[in-house]
């Protein structure tokens, strides 16, 4: 029984030679699961039970899976990589336009308020003219009240003048009373109309 047990335990571990597995290599390219009288086949062909070849084929389907799946999360954790670079970038971008469309906000509201203001300067051209012209007219006016009075200061000499002459000579034949205050033909008629 020992004996049988030993026997039991070596084919066990007996692996396939290289033959073997290429030959059912071939044979899982082309169908990865074969019929039953395939197996039965492929066991007498390469001097295995067909319990073996059932195995063998049983594990083969299952590594493939599993390398199918390692693949395929390859394939979509680049695939999401590039899509999380393609969204911090888009991000950004977002991010860079949101700061344009703020300052080009900030400028068209300072413009709409030069606009305002130029508005409202045109508006107030009118009532600014007319006080530039009230201001004017009122400087004209100042002037002509210094021109009066510069004339009234030279007909105040001038008769200081006279009365000087009049004192100082009584061969004229007029006192300062009768000659200059009651006879006006010496003074300049714009100083009486002052």
């Keep these: 029984m020992?004996?049988?047990?030993?026997?039991?335990?070596?084919?066990?571990?007996?692996r396939f030679s290289d033959d073997q597995i290429k030959s059912l290599e071939t044979t899982f390219k082309a169908e990865a699961r074969p019929e039953l009288h395939l197996k039965h086949h492929l066991a007498s062909k390469l001097g295995l039970q067909?319990?073996?070849i059932a195995i063998w084929f049983q594990n083969k389907r299952a590594r493939s899976k599993s390398k199918q799946i390692e693949q395929d999360y390859s394939v979509l954790k680049s695939n999401y990589d590039n899509l999380a670079l393609q969204f911090e970038a888009l991000r950004k971008e977002n991010?860079?336009?949101?700061i344009q469309v703020q300052k080009l906000r900030?400028?068209?509201?300072c413009e709409e308020n030069n606009k305002n203001t130029i508005e409202l300067a045109a508006s107030e051209i009118p009532r600014?003219?007319?006080?530039?012209?009230?201001?004017?007219?009122?400087?004209?006016?100042?002037?002509?009240?210094?021109y009066l009075e510069?004339?009234?200061?030279?007909?105040?000499?001038?008769?200081?003048?006279?009365?000087?002459?009049?004192?100082?000579?009584?061969?004229?034949?007029?006192?300062?009373?009768?000659?200059?205050?009651?006879d006006n033909s010496g003074c300049s008629a714009q100083w009486w109309d002052f």
């Design 2 to 14: 020992e004996h049988i047990k030993k026997s039991f335990k070596n084919s066990r571990k007996k």
């Design 50 to 52: 067909p319990r073996q």
């Design 95 to 98: 991010q860079t336009l949101l």
């Design 106 to 109: 900030k400028k068209v509201d």
């Design 128 to 146: 600014l003219l007319l006080d530039i012209n009230g201001n004017e007219l009122c400087g004209e006016l100042n002037g002509r009240v210094d």
């Design 150 to 182: 510069e004339e009234a200061d030279a007909d105040v000499l001038y008769m200081a003048q006279i009365a000087e002459s009049s004192l100082a000579s009584p061969e004229n034949g007029c006192s300062l009373e009768s000659c200059y205050f009651l």
